[in-house]
């Protein structure tokens, strides 16, 4: 059984920065590629950014290229999403998600362990 515990969500004003934190419990975290999904009310969940078991690879959605970065430590069980620039298109509900493989996707099928999730404000 694998536990996902996201945390460092608030209120920021367009411009801003924040970093979201998951904490996994529950399996050899080194074994499994990790991903932050969001869902904005009205909308399906979408990919936001993903990273590799040894945290070697990364993959972002474009619309987060170069403002946000995936990031893990194996050490602790953790894995951050740092948010810069943030825009009021941000908002949303940010959900980390396992995947029982080494290797990235930005697919949502291909995980299946998700977090309650966190929401993100972003005020114009």
């Known amino acids: 059984q694998v536990q996902l515990t996201e945390s460092g969500g608030g209120l920021v004003q367009a411009g801003g920065s924040l970093r979201l934190s998951c904490a996994a419990s529950g399996r050899t975290f080194s074994s499994d590629a990790m991903g932050w999904f969001r869902q904005a009310p009205g909308k399906e969940r979408e990919f936001v950014a993903g990273?590799?078991?040894?945290?070697?690879?990364?993959y972002y959605a474009d619309s987060v290229k170069g403002r946000f970065t995936i990031s893990r430590s194996n050490a602790k069980n953790t894995v951050y999403l740092q948010m810069y620039s943030l825009k009021p298109e941000d908002t949303a509900v940010y959900h980390c998600?396992?995947?029982?493989?080494?290797?990235?996707?930005?697919?949502?099928?291909?995980?299946?362990?998700w977090g309650q999730g966190t929401q993100v404000t972003v005020s114009s």
């Open positions: 998600a396992r995947r029982r493989s080494v290797h990235v996707s930005s697919q949502l099928v291909d995980y299946d362990y």
């Open positions: 990273i590799s078991g040894s945290g070697s690879s990364t």
